[in-house]
């Protein structure tokens, strides 16, 4: 089992950035899959970036040129960093770690406006 806890989450003006970050305790760390999600008031939850245990990484298309989904196995810790933030991209985001099924953190609180 994986316990995780995300950070970074903020209030930001439109095209401002942010890095959120995610702090996993557990063993066989290195073995998951790393997704990062976020679901807005009133929406589904949707897929944002994923990184498998081999490194290859997965943008949604509303992520692509903006995001960038990274880990460090020997930390037990991920990362996204999310440049040009857009109003839609006001949601909590929550990071799982999928092997595979998926624990997840409790989320943190973007919210991107003017």
């Known amino acids: 089992q994986v316990q995780l806890v995300e950070s970074g989450g903020g209030l930001v003006q439109p095209g401002e950035s942010l890095r959120l970050s995610c702090a996993a305790s557990?063993?066989?760390?290195?073995?998951?899959?790393i997704n990062w999600y976020r679901q807005a008031s009133g929406k589904q939850r949707e897929l944002v970036a994923r990184?498998?245990?081999?490194?290859?990484?997965y943008y949604a298309d509303s992520a692509k040129g903006r995001f960038t989904i990274s880990r460090d196995n020997a930390k037990n810790t991920m990362n996204l960093q999310m440049n040009s933030l857009e109003r839609e991209d006001t949601a909590v985001y929550y990071c799982?770690?999928?092997?595979?099924?998926?624990?997840w953190g409790k989320g943190t609180l973007v919210t991107v406006s003017l």
């Open positions: 799982g770690a999928e092997y595979p099924d998926t624990y």
């Open positions: 557990g063993n066989r760390f290195s073995m998951y899959a």
């Open positions: 990184i498998t245990a081999s490194g290859s990484k």
